[in-house]
């Protein structure tokens, strides 16, 4: 995969993204104001997330539940300063559930992530519209 996209078109990039996932853990890379959050609450309305959904900046990790009662887990390591901090919040329950976990930031835990995990390249192009790459 590998497409340009707009806000018009965020719920179709959602939703085929969900479909070509090999992996329910999926890695959000691109720069500050990407748009990894916004994509990731577009992928929890697909996923039929009921709860309210924010980026976890301070907390790291949030758990949201789906409709059907499946858990959806959306981490931020923006801020971790060391993989120790992800490993003492239990990171490796999480990852290894088979839950959707949702990471972004992800550089910053490489070495705690699971091998088949799925990166999702974000780039901001100049005519404003976003690059979508799946790796």
């Known amino acids: ?3 340009d996209y707009s806000l018009d078109n965020l719920p179709e990039i959602a939703t085929e993204l969900i479909k070509v996932a090999a992996h329910k853990t999926l890695l959000f890379y691109g720069e500050m104001g990407a748009g990894k959050t916004t994509l990731i609450k577009q992928i929890c309305k697909v996923l039929s997330v009921e709860d309210n959904i924010s980026s976890p900046t301070f907390s790291l990790v949030n758990e949201y539940e789906t409709f059907s009662g499946e ?7 923006y801020r971790i300063e060391d993989e120790n901090e992800a490993l003492d919040m239990g990171i490796e329950d999480y990852l290894y559930n088979n839950t959707w976990c949702l ?7 490489e070495n705690l992530l699971p091998l088949d995990a799925v990166e999702i390249h974000l780039s901001i192009l100049e005519n404003g519209q976003r690059n979508i790459q799946l790796k």
Do not use: G, L, R
Not at 103 to 109: D, G, R, T
């Open 1 to 3: 995969m590998n497409k």
């Open 71 to 77: 858990k959806v887990f959306h981490f931020d390591f």
């Open 103 to 109: 990471i972004e930031w992800p550089q910053n835990v």
